[in-house]
Each structure stands twice: as structure tokens, then as C-alpha cells.
């Protein structure tokens, strides 16, 4: 099946800094991808959705000057946190959806952020 | 927007049948999916169901869907050990994914 991959796994920064999660369609092209958010068991939050080489779609309540995405490629969406805070601490984790437009969304593994 | 609702916690003992419930909220949904998530991982789906079917079965896995009630359930045969994770139902809105709060199964030996 498809793959998609997220660097890093685990990030652990200061406040005040700012991180970057990549997330990578291994095998597939993703003209679309997604970014949740998940608490301790809790489900997943979509904060928003970007497509290829446009600007991307945030959900209400996200603040699209803090969660920067960047959707460069077909294989590359990148999230970065912006002057981060304690309470931006998370699992961050994407999917992609390929090119045909299809149902299914294929899921990384996940980024846990924390910020000191 | 509304929930979709599942119950947060299953106990059952190896060998056993799980069900898993859910009730979603979009009558337009197309489709309607099951995902697996193991501590610290991400999403892995299990199956799904097109929204003109009422059942679907896939080896242990079977999917039942009441389109009048909204309900969606996943039935686990022979529970495994390995099959201790929390389970998401979510349905697809407008190409976006809207996942129930997840339910816990807890599978003993």
C-alpha cells in the first residue's frame, strides 16, 4: 500500500522557537494532504488541508500565521509551528490523498511535539 | 459541526467477538471507514464501506451499516491480543475525514 512518512518522530523545543514536520508521500503522488492534531486519547483534529502548489485550507479556530503549510511538491507537505508554546504541544500527524482523487487517505506516523 | 459518537472503552477476553459502535452524522457521506491506531502510532485503516452497502466483510473484520440510524458498527472475530488498540470510526464530509473520539479495546488473555 501507500506509505507516507513524517520527520521527525519526536521534536522537543523551547518556547519561543519555531519546528518543522515534514510529511512524505513515499510512493504515491499526493496532489492533496492533511494535518490533524490529536491530544492524549482524544481523536484526531483536522487543521488543514493543502493542495499542490496552492495556499492551504485552515479549519476554524486554527491560526494559519502560527501553523504555516507548505505544499511545494506532490510528495511534500511541510507544518511549522511558529514561536511555539507549551500548550502547541501534540501528536501532529498528515495523510495524503493520491492523485486519482480517491477515498482513501493514507496516514504518517506521527510527530510528537513538545515544547519547554 | 455535530460528533460522531463512539463508546470510549471495550474489555473483552481473547477468542471473543468485539463490536465496536458508532453513530455519524452526515447522511451524505459517501463513504465511511474504520482505522486502527496502536500507542504512539499513526492511522492505519481497516476497512471501509461504501454507503449503498449494509454489510461488508473482509477475514475477521465485518462492517455493518444502518443508513436510517446512522449507525455503524465493526465486529472483530477471534479477538487477538494484537488487536488491543483504539479503533476510530470517521466519515468522509466533502473530502475531509471527521473521526469519532476512538474507543479503546482491551483484549485478555
Known amino acids: 500500500g501507500a506509505v507516507v512518512s513524517q520527520h521527525p518522530s519526536r521534536v522537543i523545543c523551547k518556547s519561543g522557537t519555531s519546528v518543522k514536520i515534514e510529511c512524505r508521500s513515499l510512493d504515491f503522488q499526493a496532489t492533496t494532504m492533511f494535518w490533524y492534531r490529536q491530544f492524549p486519547k482524544q481523536s484526531l483534529m483536522l487543521m488543514a488541508t493543502s493542495n499542490e502548489g496552492s495556499k492551504a485550507t485552515y479549519e476554524q479556530g486554527v491560526e494559519k500565521d502560527k501553523f504555516l503549510i507548505n505544499h511545494a511538491s506532490l510528495t511534500l507537505s511541510t507544518l511549522t509551528v511558529t514561536s511555539a508554546h507549551p500548550e502547541d504541544s501534540s501528536f501532529y500527524i498528515c495523510?495524503?490523498?493520491?492523485?486519482?482523487?480517491?477515498?482513501?487517505?493514507?496516514f504518517g506516523p506521527g510527530t510528537r511535539l513538545t515544547v519547554t | 459541526g455535530e460528533d460522531v459518537e463512539q463508546s470510549l472503552f471495550l474489555s473483552v477476553r481473547e477468542g471473543d467477538s468485539s463490536v465496536i459502535n458508532c453513530t455519524y452524522t452526515d447522511s451524505s457521506s459517501t463513504y465511511l471507514y474504520w482505522y486502527k491506531q496502536e500507542p504512539g502510532a499513526g492511522l492505519q485503516l481497516l476497512t471501509y464501506i461504501f454507503s449503498n452497502m449494509d454489510m461488508k466483510q473482509d477475514q475477521r473484520l465485518t462492517v455493518l451499516l444502518n443508513k436510517k440510524d446512522k449507525h455503524l458498527s465493526l465486529r472483530i472475530a477471534d479477538t487477538q491480543t494484537g488487536d488491543s488498540a483504539i479503533y476510530f470510526c470517521?466519515?468522509?464530509?466533502?473530502?475531509?475525514?471527521?473521526f469519532g473520539q476512538g474507543t479503546e479495546l482491551s483484549v485478555k488473555p
Open positions: 495523510s495524503a490523498r493520491g492523485e486519482g482523487g480517491g477515498y482513501e487517505q493514507y
Open positions: 470517521a466519515e468522509d464530509q466533502g473530502g475531509k475525514l471527521i
